[in-house]
DNA sequence: GAGTGGTCTAGACCACTCA
DNA sequence: GAGTGGTCTAGACCACTCA
């Protein structure tokens, strides 16, 4: 049985997309929703800051909260977001290769990035996506064996995310994200379509489980013309 | 007088920022710190939330609150970053060029962007900011006039958020941000120093009050070589 | 002045960790 | 079994909005 306060968040949430609650109306006040809810003020509180948290609600004080209007599409609730995911809020569904999927020695940049005392292995994992038969992204993801003991190629061409989850249990907390641009190395330009396009949009993730271990390094390359990263973001006060 | 909770919180960054508090180290637990604060265990955890969402600690059931290791050069707090606060992070000093600020017919792409009915007028900001003689950023703001009724060229050259946040009193309450690349325009090769590069990364930022009103639609378009964002999720499950 | 959200309290019960 | 964080409660007082 999950708390109450994400139950009640969750119903909001769809309430909200199925514009129960429609963009720019107020919701219930918070002390009708504890008496719809038979709960207290302060649990509502908490579901309802998750919504605003997630970009759903504007709470205005004095007045109430209002639904924000939001582009499902353009805008999907920012955070982590793992590449299955993302694919399916694009529509086209992404061809998967796994060109490599192996227990490696880490080299000095794994190493410096995974934060390892010495040349531990590590599973490399190379991928590439691919959209109406162009190769766009080519992940290259790096695991700490010690987390992950064993990864397949058939896990790698599904989701590694789903497995690391469900199969193993592990419970993934938080990430640090970079996203630059660099030239195309030799790699890129043998495992993707570049089209003449002379830069790569470079994602870097450390991704960490709820003891706060980093396990996970991943990069993930695009084709600059394909590249979208949207995100929602409270200003601090 | 502020909050009890971000009064509590922000003596912690402090503390964490200071080192009193160390990376992978225990806080005190819940108990303690409501004892030493002098307040319920309610408005501690509060405080923790903050400290949580924004990357600073990882709360562990059982166990406690350890402090997140983070490069603060590396991983600043993320979230809605006006240019001169990153600029302040970057420790460079960057010069900003204002080539124009004027009060001009939204056209129809403006229009689209800031949700208007009409050709409304709207405040059109243009600026380039240059390290070291080069001219790296090109950012365009574009704000409502009903919300904005005046804004200078030296307000421009200084910092627009400030002017809006503390002389006009707005209050700023969140964004929605997309990230794409771009081929360079006629005007991004004129306003800025490309060195030859064939693509421009774009951020567009949709910016919005506290009553959930759209006010500030903005592009700042860096040089590809000069663009990083950096960024904190925590996952939700 | 009635209604709204924002903060704070003191206490309860629970699941989890660790010796 | 002692200590930890996670959830929930019922109530208080406050600042703000709006008629």
Known sequence: MRNKYVLIYQEMVQKIEKETFKANEFLP???????????SRETIRKALNLLAQN??????RGKGSTVIERNKFDFPVSG???????????GEKPITAVHQCAKVSANDFIQKQLKLKDNQEVWEIIRTRSFSEQRI???KDYLITKTVPYISKDIAETSIYNYLEN???LIISFAKKEIIVEEPTAEDRELLDLE?????????NYVYLDDATLFQYTESRHRPDKFRFVDFARREH
Chains 1, 2 share one sequence.
């Open 29 to 39: 006040s918070e002390n009708e929703l504890a008496e719809q809810y038979q709960t």
């Open 55 to 60: 970009g759903y609600i504007q709470k205005i």
């Open 80 to 90: 982590l977001v793992s590449f299955k995911e993302l694919a399916d809020k694009m």
């Open 137 to 139: 992204i080519l992940d």
């Open 167 to 169: 199969e193993l249990g």
């Open 196 to 204: 003449g396009f002379h830069n790569i949009v470079v994602i870097k």
